[in-house]
């Protein structure tokens, strides 16, 4: 599939109150960008600079290969092992799908600007993306503020679905509280007697979430947090880091880590054969919340014994994964990735709930994924729930190995942490994502019937709007004007933007 580029010149323009000064590309829809009786328009933001380019190329294949096959191209992949789904692999209510692709420079000033173009010139109805969270919650904000779905590529921290959370969007991937939880949980089961606990914490949000997930659990069964250390995000060499853990007693080392760090941490654990010790009677253990394909290829063999987690990894042979891998392999003659995986299946989420809906109307799509249960993904029985838009699913606990072929087989699977496990109430996550937003409507969802029950017009009027969706909701009210200020610097303009990329016709 050859993709060609186009540049577009806009003026400038600051929406300071989105809703209120932001016209839907069709005046006469219901909502933000209606699509034409032919086809319907994705708009998928990835990192194709910036230190998250590698990922961001895995996350364009798939959604590419999403498109491909709820299309018809193709074997029709995950399409085949969904339930329940809606899907027949031709198009999305009978419209052929179409994407266009920007830059997010890992960035979310740059992202939330060359989004605008895609919502106000390109009549997307969807956006898709976000390597890093950051640029996941700007995005968001930006779809709340203009009336359109935003389903959530990779994203970790907790703040996608918690404080900085909004109606109009969905996250798949695990969060820094569910994958920490999850591993610390993994371990107590697995070394029965406790431990003595040593955390090297990334010294951003992202890093100190993970370490309260872990000593949450940690603590409450027995084991002792010995220390617990700040890192810098510039630091490249970790060696009087790791040094003063020999010397404390510890014998367990979580690395609250990402990325370069992790690798050059591991490096640095590895030069001072921290993993060959012997303390307090018993073997040093090293864990770290996430693995990622980019970390584990940086690493290699590095991550011999360390545990971690996965959203997805191409290790997992249940039906699901075996298909995706397949179509995925024989598209692009490589293995996916964990970040791959959760944007093509966000893709399909979303064009299964306009399925189910019967209409593109972006708060109905919002009320249908409320509640969803759906399975056939890769990743067992999953649920996003209503209160947060955080999907819950059991959690894989992943160890590394160094008599791996391949960077895949770099990773196995440790065991499994039931959903149960990682569980959480949505108030403990200052979740409050208000009303959805249509582009013309705010949209009250009834939270015992899941019905979208009243449409309020930013202008006064209130409307009663029908739908056949159904499902419980979770709910309350915020100002639209609140919103400008999730993700740093939510100015739409109308801007100079280079890389905009179109999706060729696909033969019918």
């Given at each position: 599939?050859?993709?060609?580029?186009?540049?577009?010149?806009?003026?400038?323009?600051?929406?300071?109150?989105?809703?209120?000064?932001?016209?839907?590309?069709?005046?006469?829809?219901?909502?933000?960008?209606?699509?034409?009786?032919?086809?319907?328009?994705?708009?998928?933001?990835?990192?194709?600079?910036?230190?998250?380019?590698?990922?961001?190329?895995?996350?364009?294949?798939?959604?590419?290969?999403?498109?491909?096959?709820?299309?018809?191209?193709?074997?029709?992949?995950?399409?085949?092992?969904?339930?329940?789904?809606?899907?027949?692999?031709?198009?999305?209510?009978?419209?052929?799908?179409?994407?266009?692709?920007?830059?997010t420079e890992t960035r979310p000033s740059v992202a939330t600007e060359n989004a605008s173009a895609l919502?106000?010139?390109?009549?997307?109805?969807?956006?898709?993306?976000?390597?890093?969270?950051?640029?996941?919650?700007?995005?968001?904000?930006?779809?709340?503020?203009?009336?359109?779905?935003?389903?959530?590529?990779?994203?970790?921290?907790?703040?996608?679905?918690?404080?900085?959370?909004?109606?109009?969007?969905?996250?798949?991937?695990?969060?820094?509280?569910?994958?920490?939880?999850?591993?610390?949980?993994?371990?107590?089961?697995?070394?029965?007697?406790?431990?003595?606990?040593?955390?090297?914490?990334?010294?951003?949000?992202?890093?100190?979430?993970?370490?309260?997930?872990?000593?949450?659990?940690?603590?409450?069964?027995?084991?002792?947090?010995?220390?617990?250390?700040?890192?810098?995000?510039?630091?490249?060499?970790?060696?009087?880091?790791?040094?003063?853990?020999?010397?404390?007693?510890?014998?367990?080392?979580?690395?609250?880590?990402?990325?370069?760090?992790?690798?050059?941490?591991?490096?640095?654990?590895?030069?001072?054969?921290?993993?060959?010790?012997?303390?307090?009677?018993?073997?040093?253990?090293?864990?770290?919340?996430?693995?990622?394909?980019?970390?584990?290829?940086?690493?290699?063999?590095?991550?011999?014994?360390?545990?971690?987690?996965?959203?997805?990894?191409?290790?997992?042979?249940?039906?699901?994964?075996?298909?995706?891998?397949?179509?995925?392999?024989?598209?692009y003659n490589r293995a996916p990735s964990g970040a791959a995986h959760t944007c093509y299946v966000q893709?399909?989420?979303?064009?299964?709930?306009?399925?189910?809906?019967?209409?593109?109307?972006?708060?109905?799509?919002?009320?249908?994924?409320?509640?969803?249960?759906?399975?056939?993904?890769?990743?067992?029985?999953?649920?996003?729930?209503?209160?947060?838009?955080?999907?819950?699913?059991?959690?894989?606990?992943?160890?590394?190995?160094?008599?791996?072929?391949?960077?895949?087989?770099?990773?196995?699977?440790?065991?499994?942490?039931?959903?149960?496990?990682?569980?959480?109430?949505?108030?403990?996550?200052?979740?409050?994502?208000?009303?959805?937003?249509?582009?013309?409507?705010?949209?009250?969802?009834?939270?015992?019937?899941?019905?979208?029950?009243?449409?309020?017009?930013?202008?006064?009027?209130?409307?009663?709007?029908?739908?056949?969706?159904?499902?419980?909701?979770?709910?309350?009210?915020?100002a639209l004007a609140g919103l400008a200020a999730v993700g740093a610097g939510l100015i739409a303009r109308?801007?100079?933007?280079?890389?905009?990329?179109?999706?060729?016709?696909?033969?019918?």
């Amino acid at each position: 599939m050859k993709v060609t580029r186009r540049s577009m010149l806009k003026t400038g323009a600051v929406l300071g109150a989105a809703p209120l000064l932001y016209s839907p590309r069709t005046p006469a829809a219901n909502f933000t960008n209606m699509p034409d009786a032919e086809s319907v328009k994705l708009g998928f933001m990835i990192a194709e600079s910036g230190p998250f380019a590698d990922e961001g190329a895995e996350e364009l294949r798939a959604f590419q290969l999403a498109v491909e096959h709820i299309n018809g191209v193709g074997d029709g992949g995950m399409i085949n092992t969904m339930q329940p789904t809606r899907l027949q692999g031709n198009g999305i209510l009978g419209r052929r799908v179409e994407y266009v692709v920007a830059d997010t420079e890992t960035r979310p000033s740059v992202a939330t600007e060359n989004a605008s173009a895609l919502i106000e010139n390109e009549g997307v109805t969807m956006l898709s993306g976000g390597s890093s969270t950051g640029v996941a919650v700007a995005l968001q904000g930006l779809s709340q503020e203009r009336g359109i779905v935003f389903m959530a590529g990779l994203t970790h921290a907790n703040d996608t679905t918690g404080v900085g959370g909004v109606k109009n969007g969905f996250r798949h991937h695990v969060n820094a509280r569910m994958s920490s939880r999850a591993l610390a949980t993994h371990l107590v089961d697995k070394y029965a007697e406790p431990r003595k606990v040593y955390y090297l914490v990334a010294d951003f949000n992202w890093g100190y979430q993970n370490q309260a997930g872990f000593s949450e659990v940690f603590e409450s069964n027995g084991w002792e947090t010995v220390a617990t250390v700040a890192t810098p995000l510039s630091e490249t060499d970790f060696t009087s880091f790791i040094s003063p853990i020999i010397e404390s007693g510890a014998d367990t080392l979580m690395m609250c880590q990402y990325g370069a760090n992790m690798v050059n941490m591991l490096a640095a654990i590895d030069r001072l054969g921290l993993k060959d010790l012997q303390v307090n009677g018993k073997p040093f253990i090293v864990g770290l919340p996430l693995y990622s394909d980019l970390m584990v290829r940086g690493a290699a063999t590095l991550i011999d014994g360390v545990y971690g987690t996965a959203n997805w990894h191409a290790s997992f042979t249940d039906s699901a994964s075996e298909a995706f891998k397949a179509s995925y392999s024989s598209r692009y003659n490589r293995a996916p990735s964990g970040a791959a995986h959760t944007c093509y299946v966000q893709t399909l989420l979303y064009a299964d709930a306009c399925e189910r809906t019967g209409t593109f109307d972006p708060c109905r799509v919002v009320a249908a994924l409320q509640d969803h249960q759906f399975s056939g993904l890769g990743n067992g029985s999953c649920f996003y729930r209503a209160a947060d838009h955080q999907c819950f699913k059991d959690v894989p606990i992943m160890k590394g190995r160094a008599d791996a072929g391949s960077i895949p087989e770099l990773l196995a699977v440790d065991g499994v942490v039931p959903r149960s496990s990682v569980e959480y109430s949505a108030e403990s996550s200052n979740a409050d994502h208000g009303q959805c937003f249509n582009g013309v409507d705010l949209v009250t969802v009834n939270e015992t019937s899941g019905n979208i029950v009243e449409g309020i017009n930013p202008g006064g009027s209130s409307t009663d709007i029908e739908t056949e969706t159904s499902g419980s909701s979770g709910g309350g009210s915020i100002a639209l004007a609140g919103l400008a200020a999730v993700g740093a610097g939510l100015i739409a303009r109308r801007t100079n933007i280079s890389a905009v990329r179109k999706s060729p016709k696909i033969a019918e």
